[in-house]
């Protein structure tokens, strides 16, 4: 076989490929609308999110979110001077500092989350619960495959 021609599973995969990474600029577009009117884009809102899930430091924040520590660094002390977060110490780490939403941190991340909830309602109502559940478990079944194949990380 001629290396540089792909089987037809490899064209399969490079059409999901670059379908996915179309969906991604679509979701962060949609993101940043969503987020917009609090003042706040998708990636800022995604750093507040992973707050308010658990105190986490910026490296941890950044590899739970496939994002670049420094890039996440960046967005928390924008955050942090809006006053939105705030930095704790850590007892795991005397210089990673955790990151902790404010109570004003709180109520952007509210406001956000009530007009994703509408637009995800009526999307999901419109594509299908099952297809949905379906196509998560193909994109999960890729990531483990990557992660047992020890590809690096996203940045």
């Known amino acids: 076989m001629n290396p540089s021609s792909r089987t037809p599973p490899g064209d399969a995969f490079a059409e999901f490929a670059i379908s996915v990474l179309r969906l991604a600029g679509h979701l962060t577009s949609e993101g940043d609308r969503l987020a917009q009117p609090s003042g706040q884009s998708s990636a800022r809102w995604q750093v507040l999110a ?30 942090k001077a809006e006053g939105l977060i705030e930095y704790r110490d850590n007892p795991a780490h005397q210089r990673a500092k955790l990151i902790v939403l404010t109570s004003r941190g709180e109520t952007v991340l509210a406001e956000i989350t009530a007009r994703q909830t509408v637009w995800a309602n009526e999307l999901g109502s419109e594509v299908g619960e099952e297809k949905l559940r379906r196509a998560t478990v193909l994109v999960g079944e890729i990531i483990a495959l990557f992660r047992e194949r020890g590809a690096a990380a996203p940045p």
Do not use: E
Request: aromatic letters at 0%.
């Open 50 to 79: 992973a707050a308010r899930h658990a105190a986490m430091s910026v490296a941890d924040t950044a590899r739970a979110l496939g994002l670049a520590r420094q890039g996440v660094q960046r967005i928390a002390d924008i955050l």
